[in-house]
């Protein structure tokens, strides 16, 4: 069974840091591109950093957020610094398996093949 399993995600005040974690299991995601997106409460999901052998943030994280990858642990991360209340959402990891291999970072959810559950990230003010 694939998996993707996101963590460290937590209760942060605004102006810290947090640094999300997301293990793959059941097959090897070396060759996939690797996205984080973002979906607060009442709002639509959303893409927030990808990686292929680019990376590509979302206008709204660029500068504060770094997405890095590790093919041996079969993982991708999310360090964010700099938290905004904003920033208070449900963050969730996925693979695309079309896209690893390339320069083309993918932004829409639906070129992403597995997702994991989420994790909840909140920013106090």
């Known amino acids: 069974q694939v998996q993707l399993v996101e963590s460290g995600g937590g209760l942060v005040q605004a102006g810290g840091s947090l640094r999300l974690s997301c293990v793959g299991s059941g097959r090897s995601f070396s060759g996939s591109a690797m996205g984080w997106f973002r979906q607060a409460s009442g709002k639509e999901r959303e893409f927030v950093a990808g990686?292929?052998?680019?990376?590509f943030y979302a206008d709204s994280v660029k500068g504060r957020f770094t997405i890095s990858k590790d093919n041996a642990e079969n993982a991708v991360y999310l360090d964010m610094n700099s938290l905004k209340p904003e920033d208070t959402a449900v963050y969730y990891c996925?693979?695309?398996?079309?896209?690893?291999?390339?320069?083309?970072?993918?932004?829409?959810?639906?070129?992403?093949?597995?997702w994991g559950q989420g994790t909840q990230v909140t920013v106090s003010s």
């Open positions: 996925a693979a695309a398996v079309a896209h690893g291999n390339s320069d083309y970072v993918p932004a829409r959810d639906f070129e992403y093949n597995y």
């Open positions: 990686i292929s052998y680019n990376r």
